[in-house]
Nanobody
Framework: QVQLVESGGGLVQAGGSLRLSCAAS????????MAWYRQAQGKQREFVAF???????MYVDSVKGRFTISRDNADNTVYLQMNNLKAEDTAVYYC????????????WGQGTLVTVSS
């Protein structure tokens, strides 16, 4: 079973930046499309961004131009650089493999909390 450990969250003022990291175990990491998701309090978990093994990326409209997803296959790590943060970005952020049925996943890490003060 893949182990996922997210880190890098914290409290930041609106307009600030944070860089999240996700360390993943498993030999299949380098061929997997990896993604970041987030869940705000009282809301359902939502997709934020994914990156393919070849480096192609996709973002939800609300973060385009502000967030950048990247990966280091040598270290089995995926990153999320978040700039110009807004109060509505406040959420617990999770990483996981991406697929069309991601919402049915049972295996999630503990996530990392991002709080943006306005």
């Amino acid at each position: 079973q893949v182990q996922l450990v997210e880190s890098g969250g914290g409290l930041v003022q609106a307009g600030g930046s944070l860089r999240l990291s996700c360390a993943a175990s498993g030999s299949a990491f380098s061929i997997a499309t990896m993604a970041w998701y987030r869940q705000a309090q009282g809301k359902q978990r939502e997709f934020v961004a994914f990156i393919t093994s070849g480096g192609k990326t996709m973002y939800v409209d609300s973060v385009k131009g502000r967030f950048t997803i990247s990966r280091d296959n040598a270290d089995n790590t995926v990153y999320l650089q978040m700039n110009n943060l807004k109060a509505e970005d406040t959420a617990v952020y999770y990483c996981n493999v991406w697929s069309t049925n991601w919402s049915s996943y049972k295996n999630w890490g503990q996530g990392t909390l991002v709080t943006v003060s306005s």
